[in-house]
Protein backbone atom coordinates (compact mmCIF):
# COMPACT_ATOMS: atom_id res chain seq x y z
CA UNK A 1 0.00 0.00 0.00
CA UNK A 2 1.07 4.14 0.14
CA UNK A 3 1.20 6.59 2.42
CA UNK A 4 0.87 10.17 1.00
CA UNK A 5 0.90 13.20 2.62
CA UNK A 6 0.55 16.76 1.01
CA UNK A 7 1.29 20.17 1.88
CA UNK A 8 1.79 23.73 0.23
CA UNK A 9 -2.25 24.10 0.34
CA UNK A 10 -3.37 28.04 1.20
CA UNK A 11 -5.26 31.20 0.42
CA UNK A 12 -4.83 33.51 -2.36
CA UNK A 13 -6.18 35.63 -4.26
CA UNK A 14 -7.67 35.33 -8.42
CA UNK A 15 -4.79 34.75 -10.47
CA UNK A 16 -2.09 33.76 -7.48
CA UNK A 17 -0.31 30.56 -7.72
CA UNK A 18 0.50 27.78 -4.63
CA UNK A 19 2.44 24.51 -5.31
CA UNK A 20 1.43 21.63 -3.57
CA UNK A 21 3.80 18.68 -2.79
CA UNK A 22 3.37 15.18 -2.30
CA UNK A 23 5.36 12.65 -0.39
CA UNK A 24 4.83 9.15 -0.66
CA UNK A 25 6.14 5.84 0.32
CA UNK A 26 5.19 3.01 -1.59
CA UNK A 27 6.37 -0.43 -2.39
CA UNK A 28 6.85 -1.01 -5.82
CA UNK A 29 6.86 2.85 -6.80
CA UNK A 30 7.34 2.88 -10.06
CA UNK A 31 4.34 0.65 -10.55
CA UNK A 32 1.32 3.13 -9.24
CA UNK A 33 -0.61 5.86 -10.91
CA UNK A 34 -0.58 9.15 -8.77
CA UNK A 35 -2.51 11.83 -8.98
CA UNK A 36 -4.74 14.50 -7.73
CA UNK A 37 -8.53 14.66 -6.78
CA UNK A 38 -10.19 17.58 -5.19
CA UNK A 39 -13.60 17.96 -3.09
CA UNK A 40 -15.30 21.34 -2.23
CA UNK A 41 -18.01 21.21 0.09
CA UNK A 42 -21.51 19.37 -0.58
CA UNK A 43 -19.25 18.42 -4.21
CA UNK A 44 -18.21 15.31 -5.25
CA UNK A 45 -14.38 14.85 -6.03
CA UNK A 46 -13.02 15.96 -9.16
CA UNK A 47 -10.25 14.50 -11.15
CA UNK A 48 -7.77 17.00 -11.38
CA UNK A 49 -4.40 15.85 -12.35
CA UNK A 50 -2.63 11.58 -13.27
CA UNK A 51 0.71 10.62 -13.82
CA UNK A 52 1.35 7.25 -14.97
CA UNK A 53 3.54 4.72 -13.08
CA UNK A 54 4.08 2.75 -16.53
CA UNK A 55 5.67 5.47 -18.83
CA UNK A 56 5.19 9.08 -16.94
CA UNK A 57 2.31 10.05 -18.90
CA UNK A 58 0.33 13.19 -17.59
CA UNK A 59 -3.19 13.82 -17.87
CA UNK A 60 -5.28 17.17 -17.07
CA UNK A 61 -9.30 17.99 -16.51
CA UNK A 62 -10.27 20.73 -18.93
CA UNK A 63 -10.95 22.78 -16.27
CA UNK A 64 -7.24 23.20 -15.24
CA UNK A 65 -5.59 22.58 -18.23
CA UNK A 66 -2.81 25.59 -19.16
CA UNK A 67 -2.94 26.22 -15.63
CA UNK A 68 -2.00 22.99 -13.49
CA UNK A 69 0.98 21.74 -14.26
CA UNK A 70 2.18 17.85 -12.46
CA UNK A 71 5.32 16.51 -12.35
CA UNK A 72 7.15 13.04 -10.54
CA UNK A 73 10.00 12.87 -8.70
CA UNK A 74 10.59 8.82 -8.54
CA UNK A 75 13.90 9.20 -6.93
CA UNK A 76 12.38 10.92 -4.13
CA UNK A 77 8.78 9.55 -4.32
CA UNK A 78 7.43 13.10 -4.36
CA UNK A 79 4.68 14.74 -6.37
CA UNK A 80 4.10 18.29 -7.05
CA UNK A 81 1.53 20.00 -8.69
CA UNK A 82 1.99 23.52 -9.80
CA UNK A 83 -1.06 26.07 -9.77
CA UNK A 84 -0.96 29.17 -12.03
CA UNK A 85 -3.80 31.63 -12.47
CA UNK A 86 -6.20 29.96 -9.73
CA UNK A 87 -9.62 30.60 -9.42
CA UNK A 88 -12.27 30.96 -7.14
CA UNK A 89 -13.73 27.82 -8.39
CA UNK A 90 -10.11 25.94 -7.79
CA UNK A 91 -11.38 26.31 -4.03
CA UNK A 92 -11.35 22.68 -1.98
CA UNK A 93 -9.59 20.43 -0.57
CA UNK A 94 -7.01 18.92 -2.68
CA UNK A 95 -5.79 15.27 -2.21
CA UNK A 96 -2.58 13.14 -3.39
CA UNK A 97 -4.20 9.28 -4.68
CA UNK A 98 -2.23 6.72 -6.18
CA UNK A 99 -3.47 3.10 -7.37
CA UNK A 100 -1.68 0.59 -9.23
CA UNK A 101 -1.35 0.28 -12.87
CA UNK A 102 -2.28 -3.38 -12.29
CA UNK A 103 -5.71 -2.33 -11.88
CA UNK A 104 -6.65 0.99 -13.43
CA UNK A 105 -5.24 3.88 -15.89
CA UNK A 106 -4.89 7.58 -15.75
CA UNK A 107 -7.57 7.87 -17.96
CA UNK A 108 -10.01 6.26 -16.02
CA UNK A 109 -8.62 8.00 -12.66
CA UNK A 110 -8.76 11.10 -14.03
CA UNK A 111 -12.77 10.47 -14.68
CA UNK A 112 -13.06 8.76 -11.70
CA UNK A 113 -11.43 9.15 -8.84
CA UNK A 114 -13.33 7.07 -6.78
CA UNK A 115 -11.34 4.45 -8.12
CA UNK A 116 -7.81 5.41 -6.29
CA UNK A 117 -7.45 2.94 -3.35
CA UNK A 118 -5.19 5.49 -1.37
CA UNK A 119 -5.09 9.01 -0.66
CA UNK A 120 -3.24 11.52 1.93
CA UNK A 121 -5.05 13.90 4.28
CA UNK A 122 -5.36 16.54 2.00
CA UNK A 123 -4.36 20.42 1.70
CA UNK A 124 -7.43 22.86 1.37
CA UNK A 125 -7.00 25.40 -1.28
CA UNK A 126 -8.75 28.96 -0.80
CA UNK A 127 -9.29 31.30 -3.98
CA UNK A 128 -10.85 34.48 -2.83
CA UNK A 129 -10.72 38.59 -3.50
Known amino acids: QVQLVESGGGSVQPGGSLRLSCAAS????????IGWFRQAPGEEREGVSC????????FYADSVKGRFTISRDNAKKTVFLQMNSLKPEDTAVYYC??????????????????????WGQGTQVTVSS
Open 26 to 33: AFAWPYYN
Open 51 to 58: TSGGDGSI
Open 97 to 118: AAESILYSTCPSLLEDPYLYDD
